[in-house]
């Protein structure tokens, strides 16, 4: 804003030229209005006093000099080009005062936006600003703004939505009948939550009555099987539980470290045991209720090493003080374990 009156330099100088013409045309008027007086003073004598003979050579003579005078006026280059002079005159005066009052105008804005700063003291902070960040925080906040539209844009047509939905409801009862609907909604779930703790805690309680009956009062067959079991497979498994709770009911054996063990996921060894205990559990079961028969065992242990043979062979021992076992094999190496369980009872027959 201060460089402005220096940039129309030549405007002013413009403006100073058409001065000097217009004072120049002033001296000009003032020269015809001295000839036109001095023509009065030489005209006036000679009308009041015609008695002198040679005072009309006299008027004529200066009447004469005078007209040369106004011809030379009205020969010189000012007098002709004076109109266009003043015209260009006024023109440039008048931007001059277009030019001041604008000046004027910039400076209170420059001030009434400067938070109280005289102009120096906002013309020093601009020289020490950096216009290049000034420019990115400009940006910066230009993207804020349009931000800010579009946020206010979204609320604007969130708060029409409310207001349509607003004016929806009217004075109409539908917000009573609503919140009646909603009260008793409350009263149901109340006593529907009830219901379910109740439901939830006897169904909790039952399931622990069955699960601790069925750890007292496991069934003989499934409780003798896990003994022999656990015999079989020296003490890897302590016995033998029925998972109630899946579909299918799994049988899954139990080791000594808590961890239960699925069929799936023992050895062939380890299922070959699980189902001799079984069905030993099942014979002596048996054999309590009718006549004991012989039990007679073909290659029951082909797929034992000798420890498995060995409580296998304990296994059969128990069940040998209920009915005769015999025990037939093609492999010799299994007499010692049977002579070193049996003792002298046992009565090995070669074929």
Not at 8 to 18: P, T
Not at 50 to 72: G, I
Not at 321 to 343: A, M, N, Y
């Amino acid at each position: 804003l201060q460089k402005k009156p220096d940039d129309n330099l030549a405007e002013w100088a413009q403006v100073d030229d058409a001065k000097r013409a217009f004072k120049q045309i002033q001296n000009t008027g003032t020269d015809y209005h001295e000839n036109l007086a001095g023509i009065a003073d030489d005209v006036h004598p000679f009308l009041l006093s015609s008695a002198q003979p040679n005072r009309m050579e006299q008027v004529t003579s200066s009447l004469e000099k005078r007209a040369q005078a106004f011809e030379k006026i009205a020969q010189s280059e000012t007098i002709a080009d004076t109109p266009a002079l003043l015209n260009e005159a006024i023109s440039r005066s008048d931007e001059q005062r277009r030019l001041n009052t604008a000046l004027t105008q910039a400076k209170a804005s420059l001030l009434n936006g400067g938070d109280g700063l005289t102009r120096e003291q906002l013309e020093a902070e601009i020289d020490a600003a950096d216009l290049i960040q000034l420019a990115a925080e400009l940006t910066h906040i230009n993207d804020e703004i349009a931000d800010a539209v579009l946020q206010q844009t979204t609320l604007s047509a969130d708060h029409a939505n409310a207001l349509r939905a607003l004016s929806e409801i009217g004075g109409s009862d539908a917000a009573t009948l609503a919140e009646a609907q909603r009260q008793e909604a409350i009263a149901q779930m109340s006593d529907v939550a009830e219901r379910y703790v109740k439901v939830c805690t006897a169904g909790r309680l039952l399931r622990w009555s069955i699960d601790r009956y069925r750890e007292e009062k496991q069934g003989p067959l499934l409780q003798r099987a896990g003994a022999i079991f656990s015999t079989l497979t020296s003490g890897s498994f302590s016995k033998l539980i029925v998972d109630f709770e899946r579909q299918p009911m799994v049988l899954e054996g139990l080791r000594s470290d808590g961890k239960l063990v699925g069929i799936s996921g023992m050895s062939d060894g380890t299922r070959d045991q699980l189902y001799l205990a079984l069905r030993l559990a099942a014979l002596e079961m048996h054999l309590e209720q009718a006549m004991p028969l012989p039990f007679i065992a073909d290659d029951l242990f082909i797929n034992y090493d000798d420890v498995r043979s060995k409580a296998g062979f304990e296994a059969l021992k128990a069940l040998s003080e209920q009915t005769q076992v015999i025990f037939l094999s093609h492999h010799d190496h299994l007499i010692p374990l049977v002579q070193e369980v049996f003792g002298k009872q046992v009565n090995v027959v070669w074929l």
